[in-house]
């Protein structure tokens, strides 16, 4: 109870306070001012605090009619019914424009589209606001206190009044009173801020009458419908509805004194293309900040719809691969038993029974072990590729130079007799799953020790190289390396490098795919499943993996490993490899 009566007296002395400050702009008692805020502030107070608001404004009506200036002397008693007139009609006018706006403007939320804005402006600023300037003139009339007024030239103004500062105080409030604060960000209010101050100057040039003797009236005042268009495009509603009041403001200061650019004559009649023009800026002012809100929203919304989709298709693509990667493993592990069955009897009949067998037969039967073979190293690497999807990973330290000469020595003792030189930088550090990382090292080294078989002296380099945008720094033939996944930029990769035979780069998008091979597994025998592997592993650390080369010149191989940082010495000496 406390809060409603609280909430009574302060919107009472608001409605007082506003409707002095448009008297002060009147010429005397008419109260014809070209700018009536309380019409603007009752209905807004009618949509945000609700029907109970009524007391405050016909409380601040009629105080505000009791103790403001009339024509010639008259009683107590006839003042007071006359100002019970007018706060009857200033009342009626609030609750029965709230009513109109909401039943048909959406209410309080009657800025949010430019349909509702135009049903708003209809409703609430023409329709509703002929009954508080009718019943008011109407009460100073049976009076006796219009002193000769024309009472329908005195109806016109206080209308017009009326429904200019319902265009422009109601939008304002409803604005900035809608939204929970704080309403922007700083580098917006900051803009706010500034376009008040350029619309101070603005208006000081073009109302101070220089600028408008030179270019006549109309021009100068037109000319500031580009900063009051501004804030609708930028900053929304509150922006634009701020903008407009305070353009307002400043132009009814200039219409009191006599600095109007827009005047034809006597004070009077040049109330009309003033309020013509707020009414119109402000109007394109709502409708342009409506439209871009709701623009704005559906942006957002086709972003959240397209997200919500991304994300639901992730999942099923998640999903889906987790079964294929288990149907994968229990396919490939279900096969090696009855493959071990065929390639353990193949074996057998060839060794106990050879003699009986002619040598088309044992040639068959070696075949059969060979394939048999092949065929079991082809699902031993199907169940890796399966396992480096399925792993959970730890990420540590890991010296990957230590890794990558484990992994040479180990090729070296398989071939001691082969020409090669290993040339390893030290100290080359990551961030990643040490078993993982073993994995993706040993199919790349691998892989380049066998296509170095056929040259005298194998040369096989692992290191570091600049990576300025996810590129080798010296791409071959001038042809850009293919990239595979989306990953965060390091500043270097890590390659290793050799001297064998090469790949066409026209081929290079093949080259990671499963089962993708690039030359003939007579000339070079493999499954087709390690460089698939390599990307996988380093994709799953997030990071990305490519290649370059050249036939019979070599070929490059570059990945790259986030949250990684080598000293600018260090990568110098590691490219120099």
């Not at 909401?102 to 509702?116: H, I, K, N, V």
């Not at 350029?198 to 006549?216: E, Y």
């Not at 993706?440 to 300025?468: E, H, M």
Request: proline content about 6%; overall charge positive.
């Amino acid at each position: 109870m406390k809060s409603k009566l609280l909430t009574v007296a302060g919107l009472a002395v608001a409605y007082v306070l506003s409707a002095r400050l448009g008297l002060a702009l009147g010429p005397g008692w008419t109260r014809a001012s070209p700018a009536w805020p309380p019409a603007g502030l009752a209905l807004a107070a009618m949509l945000l605090l609700g029907w109970q608001a009524w007391p405050g404004v016909a409380l601040g009506a009629f105080l505000e009619s009791a103790t403001g200036p009339v024509a010639g002397p008259a009683s107590r008693l006839v003042l007071v019914a006359a100002s019970a007139g007018v706060a009857l009609g200033n009342t009626i006018e609030a609750l029965a424009g709230a009513w109109l706006v909401r039943r048909f403007a959406g209410g309080r939320a009657a800025l949010e589209r430019p349909r509702s804005i135009f049903r708003f402006l209809a409703l609430g600023a023409l329709l509703s606001t002929v009954i508080g300037p009718a019943l008011s003139v109407g009460s100073l009339s049976l009076a006796r206190l219009l002193g000769g007024q024309n009472p329908g030239s005195l109806w016109f103004a206080w209308w017009l009044a009326d429904g200019v500062s319902v265009v422009v105080v109601t939008p304002l409030l409803l604005a900035w009173g809608t939204r929970p604060f704080p309403l922007m960000d700083r580098k917006r209010m900051t803009e706010l801020v500034a376009v008040q101050l350029l619309l101070g100057a603005l208006c000081l040039v073009f109302f101070g009458g220089w600028l408008a003797a030179k270019t006549g009236p109309v021009l100068p005042a037109y000319l500031l419908v580009p900063i009051l268009l501004w804030p609708a495009l930028r900053l929304g509603q509150t922006g634009a509805t701020l903008t407009i009041f305070v353009f307002w403001c400043l132009a009814l200061i200039g219409t009191a004194r006599g600095l109007d650019p827009l005047a034809v004559g006597e004070w009077s009649p040049s109330m009309f293309p003033l309020q013509a023009f707020i009414g119109v800026s402000a109007v394109m002012a709502l409708v342009l900040a409506a439209n871009v809100t709701q623009h704005a929203k559906e942006v957002r919304r086709l972003n959240a719809e397209l997200e919500r989709r991304v994300s639901e298709r992730t999942a099923q693509l998640e999903a889906m691969n987790k079964e294929l990667e288990a149907f994968s493993y229990s396919v490939s592990h279900d096969l090696r038993a009855p493959l071990r069955s065929i390639l353990g009897f193949s074996e057998v009949l060839l060794e106990r029974y050879a003699s009986q067998l002619d040598a088309s037969g044992q040639g068959f039967l070696r075949r059969a072990c060979e394939s048999c073979q092949q065929m079991d190293n082809l699902i031993q690497d199907l169940l890796k590729l399966s396992r480096v999807g399925r792993s959970e990973m730890r990420r540590q330290p890991v010296n990957l130079s230590a890794l990558a000469e484990s992994i040479a020595d180990g090729l070296r003792k398989a071939e001691p007799d082969r020409p090669a030189d290993f040339l390893i930088a030290p100290n080359l550090c990551a961030q990643g799953d040490e078993r993982l990382l073993r994995v993706a090292l040993d199919n790349l080294l691998r892989n380049a020790w066998k296509f170095t078989r056929y040259k005298p002296r194998a040369s096989i380099q692992f290191g570091t190289v600049a990576n300025p945008g996810g590129q080798d720094a010296r791409p071959t033939r001038g042809r850009a390396p293919i990239q595979l996944g989306t990953v965060a930029n390091p500043q270097f990769a890590f390659f290793v490098r050799d001297n064998g035979a090469g790949f066409d780069m026209a081929r290079a998008g093949k080259l990671f795919g499963v089962f993708q091979r690039l030359h003939s597994a007579s000339e070079f025998p493999g499954s087709g499943v390690g460089l698939a592997t390599v990307q996988r592993i380093i994709n799953r650390h997030g990071g990305l993996a490519w290649a370059v080369a050249a036939p019979d010149q070599g070929a490059t191989f570059f990945f790259t490993l986030p949250q990684t940082t080598l000293s600018p010495g260090e990568l110098t000496e590691n490219s120099a490899a």
